[in-house]
């Protein structure tokens, strides 16, 4: 159970809180729907050592691939490549130009996808004589982008991939202008989860 409705189930016993527990309740409510668009998965092969892990470089010349209905924007290609490349330099990792060099490799894939929301919620009018009451129902539709970022860790001396994170959120307005925006917390999180279990 989460604080703020741990504190509403609390102040509901107390005298002259409805208001305040209604507002809690609220909160925690909107917490959880903003936690629900937003997921963070990785995956890794267990029988991998990634203690020995010390220099990386890209899987290839051009490391991203995209997928989805949207354009995605050619430039973030290098802009994403500094920032993975920021990120694990600050983990203590060293960043070779030639692969041959390197103890893992690093690719990466963005989507952009439309999807449709559709929801529907019945109300109670009027009665319309004892005991009777008017039943109605609208149906609501919105359009909204999800979009995700992945990145793939290969093994330089097997040539397989061995971890996975992605992360998927539903883009605001903000994040369609500036890519980078949102890009900039995505990279963090995903790769806060590597390398796993260290």
């Known amino acids: 159970m989460s604080r703020l409705l741990l504190l509403g189930v609390l102040a509901s ?14 909160m925690s409510m909107l917490a959880g729907c903003a936690s629900l668009n937003t997921q963070v998965f990785s995956d890794y092969d267990q029988s991998q050592d990634f203690s020995h892990y010390q220099r990386f470089s890209w899987h290839s010349e051009h490391p991203m691939t995209t997928k989805g209905d949207h354009i995605i924007n050619p430039l973030i290609e290098a802009r994403l490549m500094a920032m993975i490349v920021s990120e694990l330099t600050n983990k203590g990792f060293q960043f070779v130009e030639q692969a041959e060099q390197a103890d893992f490799t690093v690719a990466f894939s963005i989507s952009a996808q439309q999807k449709l929301d559709v929801w529907s919620h019945s109300r109670i009018g009027d009665p319309l004589w004892r005991h009777q009451y008017y039943n ?63």
């Open 13 to 26: 016993k107390l005298p002259g809180t409805k208001l305040h527990v209604s507002i809690l309740l609220l």
């Open 136 to 198: 109605g129902s609208s149906v609501n539709s919105d359009y909204y982008s999800d979009g995700s970022l992945a990145i793939d860790i290969y093994d330089t001396r097997t040539g397989f991939a061995v971890w996975h994170g992605m992360r998927t959120e539903r883009l605001s307005a903000k994040d369609r202008r500036e890519p980078t925006f949102g890009f900039s917390r995505t990279v963090g999180t995903i790769l806060s989860r590597f390398p796993p279990g260290l």
